[in-house]
């Protein structure tokens, strides 16, 4: 079965420009997360959305917004981007989103120049 | 503030020896907890979870923790290292559900031939 994927692989953007970044869940799964890891740091949780709603939203601007489709993919939009917005963007699936584990995707390398 | 740390920045061991990578918690109620790896360029893969239940947790590739209430620990195990072990490890926890995760701030294993 095909894991978590994520599209782009890697993004070059320069700073005011705007991202989305997609996420495909693992067949099943209706529950994604999406984190940002900045380089030497742990993930750092974004959004979390569950049958199309959103369950909850990390400390981040309002800049960054999401939404998940009927098919259970998700897309993470990044508006007037900054040159502190470079980081590897994960997405994660679980089956549920209180017990079930979370599932991570390769990720989506943003450089903003 | 509810958080995870991972006190060693890198740890090294011999290949075949046993190798721990440390953890504790600082979380109200009962935590997920949860040991996540992740391989250059790559996103995090799962190896196992705390939720509740027997103390001692195993999981994938020969790892197991085990949950430690009076000392607030969550220290990963493996009896005998292996040298594709060497990557980043990250602790991570839920408050109370595996919704929104906080990880750790990562620790470097290296195993050495």
């Known amino acids: 079965d095909a894991g978590v994927t994520q599209s782009p692989t890697h993004l070059i953007k320069t700073r005011g420009q705007h991202v989305t970044l997609r996420c495909s869940p693992i067949?099943?799964?209706?529950?994604v997360s999406w984190y940002q890891q900045v380089l030497g740091q742990g993930p750092q949780f974004i959004f979390q959305?569950?049958?199309?709603?959103?369950?909850g939203r990390g400390n981040f601007p309002d800049r960054f917004s999401a939404r998940q489709f009927p098919n259970y993919s998700s897309e993470l939009n990044v508006n007037a981007l900054l040159l502190g917005d470079s980081a590897l963007y994960l997405c994660a699936s679980s089956s549920e989103p209180s017990r079930g584990t979370q599932y991570f995707g390769p990720g989506t390398r943003l450089l903003v120049l | 503030a509810q958080s995870v740390a991972q006190p060693e920045d890198q740890v090294n061991v011999a290949e075949g020896n046993p190798l721990t990578v440390k953890c504790t918690y600082s979380v109200s109620g009962n935590p997920y907890l949860f040991w996540y790896v992740q391989y250059p360029n790559r996103g995090l893969q799962f190896l196992l979870k705390?939720?509740?239940?027997?103390?001692l947790v195993k999981g994938s590739y020969g790892f197991e923790a085990e949950f430690n209430k009076s000392q607030t620990s969550f220290h990963l195990k493996k009896p005998s290292a292996l040298v594709s072990d060497s990557a980043l490890y990250f602790c991570a926890f839920g408050a109370g559900s595996a919704r929104q995760l906080t990880f750790g701030s990562g620790t470097q294993l290296t195993v050495l031939p």
């Open positions: 959305y569950y049958e199309k709603e959103e369950r």
């Open positions: 705390y939720i509740t239940g027997d103390n």
């Open positions: 067949s099943g799964h209706k529950s």
